[in-house]
Each structure stands twice: as structure tokens, then as C-alpha cells.
């Protein structure tokens, strides 16, 4: 008696709110598994739990086919390159579109945080005093760069761009502001759409 396989699972329906880019394969570029590993590494600064909540979220959006759990969830984001335990596979479309929607989903929840500490940064930066005098900022930049210490390969030559604290500072604030992004309505296609900038053919 012939045994039928059990069908492939199908992609979750929220992946298809993001459009598939016109690139030559169905991978991801090197600067987009940077750029999400990255703009986790900055939820996970701002929020203690970050980790435990990428996966609650991944539940609730229903994501799990994608990203079925912790282990998963470390192999895609090693696919950043700048990483000390870097992994060569590919990053799907698929999987990075699952990523970009937690990330929003995150966000989102973090908008008037983010805001205040963009604001407080704004302020320091108007008195030409440093992030030390905003305690909430401090520690956000902190944690980052502790993490992204932690987590990236020196060696590497985008790794040694940003060796100085000041360099980091700067890191943490640019993502910050891509964060506060792609908080809105639109966000996750704002997001989606920026990272392929100047991807497309």
C-alpha cells in the first residue's frame, strides 16, 4: 500500500503583505542578514526580554512554519556575516520577510521608548553634552554595544569599522531611528522596501 507524504507545509499568509523583490534568486544579499540580525541585536538593547519575545511573537503571528523555534531562530540571524559563529547558509526570502514582520511587531511596542531616547539624544546633542547625562540612553548604548561585542567577530573589516564607543554610539542611534521607521501602519513594508534599496535590478 502506497503511503502519501504529508504535503509540504505553505507559507503563512502574513508573509504575502510584503512583496517578493526582483533579485536573481530567492536568497538574501549579504547586507540584509547584517542589517535584520542588526536591528534585533537593537531591540534586545532596548528590551531585556527581547530575546523571549522574538519567539512569543513569532507565535502570535502565526510564523512558526518559518520559524519553528530558538534553534531556527539562531541559524538565521548567523547568517549575518559579521558574526563570531557566521553560518554559510542561505537566508530566504521567506525567512527574512518572517523576520522584518516580528521586528515590526516589536517595535511597535517600543515606539514611545524609542522615542524618548531619540529625543533625549537630540537634546544632548543640542548642549554638547554626552549620553552619559541621560541615564535610560546610556544604558540602552551600553547593552548594545556589550552585545554587539559579544556577538561579532573582530577580525572581521565591518566589525573593525565600529571598534571605538563612539563608532557603536553611532550604530545604535542610526537603528534606533530605523526602528521608530517602521513603527506606523506601513511599517513592515517600509522596512521590507529599505532593506532591498539599491538590491533590486
Known amino acids: 500500500m502506497q503511503i502519501d507524504s ?33 536591528l534585533i541585536l537593537a531591540i534586545e538593547s532596548l ?6 519575545a522574538l519567539l512569543k511573537v513569532t507565535e502570535q503571528l502565526g510564523l512558526q512554519t518559518v520559524i ?38 516589536l517595535a511597535k511596542r517600543l515606539t514611545v521608548l524609542m522615542r524618548q531616547l531619540l529625543l533625549g539624544y537630540q537634546q544632548l546633542q543640542d ?12 544604558e540602552y548604548l551600553h547593552r548594545f554595544r556589550s552585545l554587539f561585542r559579544a556577538r561579532m567577530n573582530p577580525q572581521r573589516a565591518g566589525v573593525i569599522a565600529y571598534s571605538t564607543d563612539e563608532k557603536l554610539n553611532e550604530l545604535a542611534i542610526l537603528l534606533l531611528t530605523r526602528l521608530l521607521f517602521c513603527t506606523g501602519t506601513q511599517g513592515p513594508q517600509r522596512l521590507w522596501n529599505s532593506l532591498f ?5
Open 68 to 105: 519553528p523555534g530558538r534553534v531556527q531562530l539562531w541559524l538565521m540571524r548567523s547568517t549575518n556575516p559579521m558574526r563570531r559563529q557566521s553560518q554559510r547558509e542561505p537566508l530566504s526570502i521567506d525567512q527574512a520577510k518572517a523576520l522584518t514582520l516580528v521586528i515590526c511587531f
Open 6 to 38: 504529508p504535503p509540504a507545509p505553505s507559507s503563512p499568509s502574513l508573509l504575502e503583505t510584503l512583496v517578493n523583490p526582483n533579485i536573481p534568486s530567492q536568497e538574501c544579499p549579504r547586507r540584509i542578514k547584517m542589517d535584520l540580525d542588526l
Open 197 to 201: 534599496d539599491g538590491e533590486v535590478v
Open 47 to 52: 528590551d531585556v526580554a527581547g530575546s523571549e
Open 127 to 138: 548642549q554638547n553634552l554626552s549620553p552619559e547625562h541621560h541615564f535610560r540612553l546610556a
